[in-house]
């Protein structure tokens, strides 16, 4: 692919962003932005990291996301910038932070598979040889998948015409699980993960890869599960499996479907946006990585050699649709788009209604206990605290009676606006996972220090083959200082508490929870805020514990 097609096919991903002005009515919105011309021979629609989300959600753009200043690590202005996108948009209000609060209520909820089943079928209406594809983390996020494991989401998949999938968050439901849904659940889904193996002989536990041919062309789409999956969760719930992003095991797959006859070759990811533009550069003859992990809703894709990079955002916001013209040498051009699924535009589908109402029947009186009031708006979703988090924080120090409380860095979990009530339902799409156990320990400042560093180093390093994790612990209680550019050990300074310097030798009762240890226990997260919740009635407005940061003054990933 020359230069000349990537910027026709760049240009043409941004069309769908610019044309929604701010002024548009919703008709004119709606036919111009899920009505794109058909395009080549081969499409595929892509979705991923939808965690769980039935419904049409609010979700808040990260304001800091640091990196090397390139996508995906733009946010705000510096990102409508570099994708000429008009702020007050829609399209500004579904990629960024920005007037958030203003434009949810002009614009809506965003998501909701009853309105991508619409889209889905809009665009195959048009393009009836299209693949679906969903990246992973689609079991979990939820109250209703925690409860039913994974069920509720395995139905919405097949009503959403799902052929190929791989996974994360999947796996934390145990390998029983996984190989059960796999076995009776999830046909005609294909579960595709070329880089999980046993541990004794290194046999492939899912398939590698598939091989479709639309319009008779013959495509081959490799799935590449979350490579840090025993590190970032628990180990005991894959025991017997082997993760890792295996490059040379990829290239030997690549090569394997190339000899096969494929003449367009798609990595199915869910290694994280900076682990795939690193790998586009390493594998060769991948035409295509549509990946996930990192939630980046990147408006139009990187190319990296001759290997293009998408990544599709999160929470079910958006449907990223990849047109691809095939000729006999292989891929010959394509065009992009990542459509923002705005409920308002798109009407519900009535056969996925129905079923998403069925299965939140039983489930029903329990999800909409309402817990509080919150003043404030509600977000998670950056590299450092979110406001949604210091509730968690500030219940977690007020019921452990704790100095310092640590919350995950999960980037998951829908907004709320100010004036809605926090209900059951809400409170579990921040903390529905199923090693949710809480703690209370004591560690001297050397230990905490020890913990933040390891963090950072995970978020931060350099080279993102090593960044194995989510975003940045959530700490409320202390302060500190971050530099995200210096090397392990030194990117930590100026930890306070109360103001006061904190010492390396004395020790601090501290709350958290999510602990990865076999055999932990402690009284569920949710449990412990709802407490809190029903005594507050009134969530006041929270003030963001931002860590004061250091030499990325200039950083386009800072608002």
Do not use: C
Not at 87 to 113: I, K, P, Q
């Amino acid at each position: 692919m020359r230069r000349r097609d990537f910027l026709q096919a760049l240009a043409a991903g941004l069309a769908a962003g610019a044309s929604l002005r701010p002024g548009a009515s919703e008709a004119q919105a709606a036919a111009e932005l899920y009505e794109p011309a058909p395009f080549g021979n081969v499409s595929l629609l892509h979705i991923t990291d939808v965690h769980a989300q039935l419904l049409p959600v609010y979700f808040r753009e990260p304001s800091v996301n640091l990196g090397d200043g390139k996508p995906p690590h733009l946010v705000g202005e510096q990102l409508l910038g570099r994708f000429g996108i008009a702020r007050g948009s829609r399209a500004a209000y579904a990629f960024t932070h920005l007037d958030f609060e203003r434009l949810a209520e002009r614009y809506g909820r965003l998501g909701g598979y009853a309105h991508l089943a619409t889209l889905v079928k809009r665009l195959r209406a048009s393009r009836p040889h299209a693949l679906v594809l969903d990246g992973g983390d689609s079991w979990q996020g939820s109250a209703t998948a925690l409860w039913t494991r994974g069920a509720d989401m395995i139905g919405a998949q097949k009503r959403l015409g799902v052929e190929l999938m791989t996974a994360h968050w999947e796996f934390t439901y145990g390998s029983e699980r996984i190989l059960e849904a796999v076995r009776k659940e999830l046909d005609p889904i294909e579960l595709l993960a070329q880089n999980v193996r046993t541990a004794d002989f290194e046999e492939p536990v899912f398939k590698p890869y598939a091989l479709r041919f639309p319009n008779g062309v013959p495509v081959a789409i490799i799935g590449q599960a979350f490579p840090y999956t025993p590190i970032a969760n628990p180990r005991h719930f894959v025991p017997d499996w082997t993760f890792g992003i295996q490059e040379g095991r990829l290239q030997k797959i690549v090569d394997e479907v190339r000899a096969k006859g494929a003449k367009a070759v798609v990595l199915l990811s869910h290694n994280g946006m900076d682990v795939d533009l690193k790998l586009a550069a390493r594998v060769r003859g991948i035409d295509a990585i549509l990946g996930g992990h990192t939630h980046d809703a990147v408006p139009a894709p990187v190319l990296v050699g001759t290997t293009l990079v998408a990544n599709a955002g999160s929470n079910g916001k958006f449907l990223g649709l990849l047109d691809l013209r095939v000729e006999g040498s292989g891929v010959a051009d394509y065009r992009y788009r990542l459509l923002p699924v705005f409920a308002n535009l798109l009407p519900a589908d009535e056969a996925m209604a129905a079923y998403i109402a069925a299965t939140r029947k039983p489930f029903r009186e329990r999800l909409v206990e309402r817990l509080a009031i919150t003043e404030g708006l509600l977000y998670r979703r950056g590299n450092f605290n979110g406001s949604f988090d210091e509730l968690i924080l500030d219940a977690l120090r007020a019921e452990k009676n704790a100095e310092i409380a640590f919350s995950p860095g999960f980037r998951w979990g829908p907004t709320l606006l100010p004036g809605d009530a926090i209900t059951v339902e809400h409170l579990l799409e921040q903390t529905a996972i199923t090693y949710p156990h809480t703690t209370l320990s004591e560690l001297t400042g050397a230990q905490i220090k020890a913990i933040l560093e390891d963090v950072a180093d995970n978020v931060f390093h350099p080279d993102p083959y090593l960044q194995q994790g989510g975003d940045m612990v959530r700490v409320g209680g202390m302060s500190y200082a971050l530099a995200p550019a210096e090397r392990i050990g030194a990117r930590i300074s100026d930890m306070r508490i109360g103001g006061r310097l904190m010492q390396a030798e004395k020790r601090y009762k501290v709350a958290g929870w999510a602990p990865v240890a076999e055999g932990a226990s402690g009284e569920p997260v949710w449990e412990v805020v709802s407490r809190y919740l029903r005594t507050q009635r009134i969530v006041t407005p929270r003030r963001v514990n931002a860590p004061k940061l250091l030499g990325v003054e200039d950083n386009p990933g800072i608002s």
